[in-house]
C-alpha cells in the first residue's frame, strides 16, 4: 500500500468525480444516504446509550457507503443491502475503531468543558440543549473553538481509516496512522477539496438566492423551500462519492477480498 501525494487541483477535482459517481445511479446513492441518517438519528434517539452506539457503529455504515460507491464507480451491482455490508468485513476492527473515536471526541469534548463548565461536551453527547443564555455568551463559542482545533488531528486520522481496516485488513491503530500520515501528505489536496464544497455547496447557491432575492423578493420564501430539497438529494450523495473518490486518487494498493472478516 502506498499514499500518493496530490496536487491542490487534483483534490479540487473530487467532488466532480462524486458526481459522476452518483450520476451512475442517483435515485439508489439518495437512497442509501438517507437511510444512513435516518439509522444514526434513529440510534441517536435512544436514551443515554444512543449516541455513543451510533458513533460506534459510524465506521460500519461508512465502509456501506465506500462499498456502494467503489461498486459505482466499477459499474459493478449496489443495492439497498449494501449499506450494511460493513458488518461483513472486518467488524469487529470496525467497531473497535468506532470506540477509539468516540473515546477521543469525548476526551476533546471534556478538554473544551474547561471553557464552557461542560455545556458543549453535555450537548454532543448527552443531547441536552444548552439554555438561551449560555448561547448568547462566549464561553460555548470558546469551547466550540478549542474543540475543532483538537477535532482536525482526530479528523485526518479517521478519514481513511474504516476504508483501510475493511479494505486492506489494518489494524485500528495503523489505519488511524496511515490515514493521518496520508492526508498530512496530501494537505494541498485537501486545500483543493474544502474550496471546491465550499463553492458549490454554499457560495454558488448563496449567489444563486441572492439574485432570486433582488429579482423576487416576495417568493423568496417558497423558491427557497423548493430549491433546497433538490440541492440536499444531489450535494449530500455527491459528498459521500467524494470521500471514496479522494480515496482513490491517493492510495495505490491491492484490496483484500471483500468477504474477509474476523
Not at 133 to 158: N, T
Not at 174 to 201: D, E, M, P, Q
Amino acid at each position: 500500500m502506498q499514499a500518493l501525494t496530490l496536487t491542490l487541483r487534483q483534490g479540487f477535482r473530487w467532488l466532480a468525480d462524486g458526481f459522476a459517481i452518483f450520476r451512475r445511479s442517483p435515485a439508489l446513492l439518495v437512497f442509501l444516504v438517507f437511510a444512513y441518517w435516518t439509522l444514526m438519528a434513529l440510534l441517536n434517539s435512544v436514551p443515554l446509550l444512543g449516541p455513543a452506539l451510533a458513533t460506534m457503529l459510524l465506521p460500519l455504515f461508512s465502509v456501506g457507503l465506500m462499498n456502494a460507491c467503489r461498486d459505482l464507480d466499477r459499474e459493478q451491482k449496489v443495492g439497498p443491502l449494501t449499506l450494511f455490508s460493513g458488518f461483513r468485513q472486518q467488524a469487529r476492527t470496525l467497531f473497535v475503531l468506532g470506540a477509539c473515536y468516540l473515546a477521543a471526541t469525548a476526551t476533546i469534548l471534556a478538554i473544551s468543558s474547561l471553557a464552557d463548565d461542560g455545556i458543549l461536551l453535555r450537548w454532543m453527547l448527552a443531547g441536552e440543549a444548552p439554555s438561551e443564555e449560555a448561547l448568547v455568551g462566549g464561553e460555548i463559542a470558546a469551547a466550540a473553538q478549542i474543540a475543532l482545533v483538537l477535532m482536525l488531528p482526530l479528523l485526518m486520522a479517521y478519514w481513511y481509516a474504516p476504508a483501510l481496516v475493511a479494505w486492506q485488513g489494518l489494524t485500528a491503530g495503523k489505519a488511524l496512522f496511515f490515514s493521518f500520515v496520508a492526508c498530512l501528505r496530501n494537505w494541498r489536496a485537501f486545500i483543493g477539496y474544502g474550496a471546491a464544497t465550499l463553492l458549490f455547496g454554499a457560495i454558488v447557491p448563496g449567489v444563486v438566492l441572492g439574485l432570486l432575492a433582488a429579482f423576487l423578493p416576495q417568493n423568496l420564501a417558497s423558491i427557497t423551500k423548493m430549491l433546497s430539497l433538490p440541492f440536499l438529494l444531489i450535494f449530500a450523495p455527491t459528498l459521500f462519492a467524494s470521500f471514496y473518490a479522494s480515496y482513490r486518487d491517493v492510495f495505490i494498493v491491492r484490496e483484500r477480498s471483500p468477504d474477509v472478516d474476523e
